[in-house]
């Protein structure tokens, strides 16, 4: 069974940064593309960024291009994600998810093998 555990999350001011984590279990990242996805209140969950596992290629969504940096360390099973100048409209709860192969390039939840319990995220203005 695949486990995903996030952590970072929190309050932080517009314009300010933060790093979520997610630490797996249970399987190697080498077998999986990965990815962050976000859900705000009321809305449906998007992809926000994806790292191929062949070569950390990434897909950053427009919202967030220039300004999120996902990042991969398999030998410690992690995967990050850095999020500067950040907005009120980037709140809410971030999710990890292990990506079926060639799902990166998608970065959409219907490419999604496995998630993480999420992470609260909330920028205020």
């Known amino acids: 069974q695949v486990q995903l555990v996030e952590s970072g999350g929190g309050l932080v001011q517009a314009g300010g940064s933060l790093r979520v984590s997610c630490a797996a279990s249970?399987?190697?990242?080498?077998?999986?593309?990965m990815g962050w996805f976000r859900q705000a209140s009321g809305k449906e969950r998007e992809g926000v960024s994806c790292?191929?596992?062949?070569?950390?290629?990434?897909y950053n969504a427009d919202s967030v291009k220039g300004r999120f940096t996902i990042s991969r360390d398999n030998a410690n099973k992690s995967v990050f994600l850095q999020m500067n100048n950040l907005k009120p409209e980037d709140t809410a709860v971030y999710y990890c998810?292990?990506?079926?192969?060639?799902?990166?390039?998608?970065?959409?939840?219907?490419?999604?093998?496995?998630w993480g319990q999420g992470t609260q995220v909330t920028v205020s203005s």
């Open positions: 998810a292990a990506v079926k192969a060639m799902g990166w390039r998608f970065c959409d939840p219907t490419v999604v093998a496995s």
């Open positions: 249970a399987f190697t990242l080498e077998h999986y593309d």
């Open positions: 790292i191929s596992l062949v070569d950390d290629s990434t």
